[in-house]
């Protein structure tokens, strides 16, 4: 079945650059997205790309696609504090189901 | 404010007990979903549906059960059944069918602890 895969953890220094990589089995996905969620609290759609994209940017957020590799990063610039978290990434398949990764948590140290 | 509730944030549950986890919506939304979160195991379907009187099993189904009378509301019921609930449940909805780049949203999750 489809399989959504990341790394569990990642520790930066505020004001570093974040990458957060994602990985995926499904070809047939036709969008994919960032998610973040903050303790204790549900999921906020951070961005989203669709599949014929290579990139996108959306203020400190750079999203980017290797449709070939089946390999989705988000790259945080500037890494606050306040960016600490667990990231998702997720497909979405030809319905509406999303599949979701492991999860990513970031640590933002000072 | 349009958006999903969910109630109550936390829930105590003695074995054997059966419990409901309430979600409610005013997006309009045709779809809703339940998850289940567990400590680095991302999220798992447990039912959704698409329409009013109408739903599906997850991924994880069994032990759980639902009901979709009103589009707004999509409770869930943990049953004695279910081997291992303690866990971070969350409810999300989107439209349907989804087109676009249209996504799920979220509400902002019961934790379920047995007791």
């Known amino acids: 079945g489809e399989d959504v895969e990341q790394s569990l953890f990642l520790s930066v220094r505020e004001g570093d650059s974040s990458v957060i990589n994602c990985t995926y089995t499904?070809?047939?996905?036709?969008?994919l997205y960032w998610y973040k969620q903050e303790p204790g609290a549900g999921l906020q759609l951070l961005t989203y790309?669709?599949?014929?994209?290579d990139m996108k940017q959306d203020q400190r957020l750079t999203v980017l696609l290797n449709k070939k590799d089946k390999h989705l990063s988000l790259r945080i610039a500037d890494t606050q504090t306040g960016d600490s978290a667990i990231y998702f990434c997720?497909?979405?398949?030809?319905?509406?189901?999303?599949?979701f990764g492991t999860g990513t948590r970031l640590q933002v140290f000072p | 404010d349009g958006g999903i509730t969910q109630s109550p944030k936390y829930l105590f549950r003695k074995e054997g007990q059966n419990v409901t986890l309430s979600c409610e919506q005013n997006?309009?939304?045709?779809?809703m979903y339940w998850y289940r979160q567990d400590p680095g195991q991302g999220l798992r379907l447990i039912y959704y549906?698409?329409?009013?009187?109408?739903?599906q099993k997850g991924d994880i189904a069994e032990g759980y059960s639902v009901s979709r009378e009103k589009k707004e509301s999509f409770p869930l019921t943990v049953t004695s059944a279910q081997k291992n609930p303690t866990a971070f449940y969350l409810c999300?909805?989107?439209?349907?069918?989804?087109?676009?780049?249209?996504?799920?949203?979220f509400g902002p999750g019961t934790r379920l602890t047995v007791l």
């Open positions: 790309i669709f599949s014929n994209m």
């Open positions: 499904d070809s047939s996905s036709t969008y």
């Open positions: 999300a909805s989107t439209t349907y069918p989804t087109g676009g780049a249209d996504t799920q949203y």
């Open positions: 549906s698409q329409i009013v009187n109408d739903f």
């Open positions: 997720a497909e979405r398949e030809d319905t509406d189901k999303l599949i």
């Open positions: 997006l309009n939304h045709d779809a």
